[in-house]
C-alpha cells in the first residue's frame, strides 16, 4: 500500500502532544502504541491520560 498517514496527540484544548507520520499500512492502535507511552513523560500524572472509551450513542443530542 502507498502513501502515508499522520497521527496526532491533542490535550483537551487542542494543543498538539506528538505527532508521527507512518507507512499507510500502519494502523492507529499500532501507532498508538508506539506514541502514548512517551507522551505522559515530563508531565504530572492525569487520571484523563490516555485513550477514552467511546461516547454511548444513547448519550447523542440527536436520539
Same mark, same amino acid.
Given at each position: 500500500?502507498?502513501?502515508?498517514? *499522520?497521527? @496526532?496527540?491533542?490535550?483537551?484544548? &487542542?494543543?498538539?502532544?506528538?505527532?508521527?507520520?507512518?507507512?499507510?499500512?500502519? =494502523?492507529?492502535?499500532?501507532?498508538?502504541? *508506539?506514541? @502514548?507511552?512517551?507522551?505522559?513523560? &515530563?508531565?504530572?500524572?492525569?487520571?484523563s491520560?490516555?485513550?477514552?472509551?467511546? =461516547?454511548?450513542?444513547?448519550?447523542?443530542?440527536?436520539?
Amino acid at each position: 500500500m502507498n502513501g502515508r498517514r *499522520r497521527h @496526532l496527540i491533542c490535550d483537551t484544548i &487542542g494543543l498538539l502532544l506528538a505527532i508521527r507520520v507512518t507507512a499507510a499500512d500502519v =494502523t492507529d492502535r499500532q501507532a498508538a502504541a *508506539r506514541m @502514548l507511552p512517551p507522551c505522559g513523560h &515530563g508531565s504530572p500524572p492525569s487520571p484523563s491520560c490516555g485513550p477514552t472509551p467511546a =461516547t454511548p450513542a444513547s448519550w447523542s443530542p440527536g436520539r
